[in-house]
């Protein structure tokens, strides 16, 4: 019996594309032991389905890559027919669909997302090992760094782990072991070791494991969680608990090798601009021409300019950061920017609202003026996007109290005054119907447009 990765090596094909074989049924007596698939020495090659010409598929260009789709509207097809369906093209197309703004963190995180999946489709065609590049995303709140992960893992054909870095400690202290990271990841592959190992890990929250300052006792879950993660950052072979978040006498261990596994990190890291805008300060020469000390105070790309320095100073230590190369910068979001994210995204927060005063048959309408209004809003609070549904919930909470009850509602327009709270929803009433149904679902209402009052 055989590994995948032997197996791989023979047919000319990656042990990703292996396993998925064995998991269809497509490799003739292969069998499952401690989560790795084992395949007889005789097994024959699947017949491959692959084409290297056609409409849905550009022509490969190196001996065992896999044909990929031209356009997103081919994703559902060719995601069938393939074993990597993405490019760089393709998944930004996907992530323009659902959020708005961030080109730059769309083109990074499409181009680090593709050369992982051509690090695994070539990692037993020669000799030339390909190093993975971690990555470290840096934003504000509420700028979408979470949200844009999220979004790709409806895309990805490789298994994805959201994890969070504020919960883990130092081995041997309360908390979660910095391996639970992996855990998550292998639990997202159906505990399948191989198919792990060829995964995708986003650690949210990265800031919060910064070196703590003027301290006198052991930092646990600072600059002792950075060490721990060094060798999960590079690759190392780890043990895993299976289905826990720490190791214990009670749970199963597992050996993960982390060396193909892509690590992204993303933080607000406040107090980076003062760090950024004081280093640049300290730079400005002195005289009549020396920059003014407030030159950087009102720059909304302060944070393009951070540097190894910078971070260095926010409290990372040079090691983790060698091991994240490629830093990107996501922008705070403007107005304008806000306002499309409230009608834009294919499940804008506008759309939502629609849908639920929908289900009760009634109209819900937003005046632009509202919209601009929840958006500076919004802004005031430097909550980002996230800021936005609280406000929505502020506005409409009256109206969704009282539609479920009241049969004679057909339309609701929201207004500028019904936002900032000086005013209330403009509310149309119909004729009400001749029989009461006992329901608060009522798609079938017929009633006669009336004239707008207020609420």
């Known amino acids: 019996?055989?590994?995948?990765?032997?197996?791989?090596?023979?047919?000319?094909?990656?042990?990703?594309?292996?396993?998925?074989?064995?998991?269809?049924?497509?490799?003739?007596?292969?069998?499952?032991?401690?989560?790795?698939?084992?395949?007889?020495?005789?097994?024959?090659?699947?017949?491959?389905?692959?084409?290297?010409?056609?409409?849905?598929?550009?022509?490969?260009?190196?001996?065992?890559?896999?044909?990929?789709?031209?356009?997103?509207?081919?994703?559902?097809?060719?995601?069938?027919?393939?074993?990597?369906?993405?490019?760089?093209?393709?998944?930004?197309?996907?992530?323009?669909?659902?959020?708005?703004?961030?080109?730059?963190?769309?083109?990074?995180?499409?181009?680090?997302?593709?050369?992982?999946?051509?690090?695994?489709?070539?990692?037993?065609?020669?000799?030339?090992?390909?190093?993975?590049?971690?990555?470290?995303?840096i934003g504000p709140t509420g700028c979408g760094k979470t949200y844009l992960v999220k979004t790709l893992a409806k895309l990805l054909d490789v298994p994805l782990a959201i994890a969070d870095a504020t919960s883990l400690t130092e081995a041997g202290y309360i908390g979660d072991d910095i391996e639970s990271v992996v855990s998550k990841l292998l639990a997202a592959a159906d505990n399948d070791v191989e198919k792990a190992e060829h995964g995708i890990i986003f650690i949210d929250e990265i800031d919060k494991i910064a070196k703590k300052k003027n301290t006198n006792q052991r930092d646990v879950s600072g600059e002792a969680v950075q060490q721990g993660m060094l060798k999960l950052l590079e690759g190392a072979d780890v043990e895993v608990p299976i289905g826990a978040n720490s190791k214990n006498a009670m749970v199963p261990l597992t050996t993960v090798n982390t060396r193909n596994i892509l690590f992204i990190c993303g933080g607000a890291f406040p107090d980076l601009e003062n760090i950024i805008k004081e280093r640049l300060n300290k730079q400005?020469?002195?005289?009549?021409?020396?920059?003014?000390?407030?030159?950087?105070?009102?720059?909304?790309?302060?944070?393009?300019?951070?540097?190894?320095?910078?971070?260095?100073?926010?409290?990372?230590?040079?090691?983790?950061?060698?091991?994240?190369?490629?830093?990107?910068?996501?922008?705070?979001?403007?107005?304008?920017?806000?306002?499309?994210?409230?009608?834009?995204?294919?499940?804008?927060?506008?759309?939502?609202y629609h849908k639920l005063f929908e289900l009760d048959g009634v109209e819900l309408e937003f005046q632009e003026e509202a919209l601009k209004e929840v958006a500076r809003k919004s802004l005031e609070r430097k909550t980002g996007a996230r800021g936005l549904r609280s406000i929505m919930e502020k506005?409409?909470?009256?109206?969704?109290?009282?539609?479920?009850?009241?049969?004679?509602?057909?339309?609701c327009i929201i207004t500028k005054d019904a936002v900032d709270g000086t005013g209330e929803p403009e509310v149309v009433h119909g004729e009400q119907p001749a029989v009461q149904q006992n329901t608060t679902r009522r798609n079938s209402r017929s009633r006669k447009t009336g004239k707008p009052e207020t609420a």
């Open 1 to 137: 019996m055989k590994s995948c990765k032997e197996k791989a090596a023979e047919w000319g094909i990656s042990s990703r594309a292996v396993n998925d074989m064995c998991k269809k049924g497509k490799v003739a007596g292969a069998v499952k032991e401690n989560g790795t698939w084992r395949i007889p020495d005789d097994a024959a090659k699947p017949a491959d389905k692959r084409v290297s010409t056609g409409k849905y598929v550009k022509k490969s260009g190196g001996k065992g890559l896999k044909a990929l789709p031209i356009g997103i509207s081919d994703y559902v097809r060719a995601q069938s027919e393939y074993y990597y369906v993405d490019k760089t093209l393709l998944i930004k197309e996907f992530l323009d669909q659902y959020i708005i703004g961030q080109d730059d963190a769309k083109r990074y995180l499409s181009v680090a997302v593709y050369n992982h999946y051509k690090r695994v489709a070539t990692d037993t065609m020669d000799e030339i090992a390909i190093e993975k590049s971690n990555m470290l995303m």
């Open 284 to 352: 400005a020469s002195i005289g009549f021409y020396a920059d003014l000390k407030d030159k950087y105070d009102d720059d909304p790309h302060i944070l393009e300019k951070v540097t190894v320095e910078d971070l260095r100073s926010f409290g990372m230590i040079p090691e983790f950061i060698g091991r994240v190369p490629i830093v990107v910068t996501l922008d705070g979001l403007d107005e304008e920017a806000l306002i499309r994210i409230l009608k834009e995204p294919k499940n804008s927060l506008t759309k939502q």
């Open 395 to 411: 506005s409409l909470m009256d109206l969704m109290y009282r539609t479920p009850s009241d049969n004679t509602i057909c339309k």
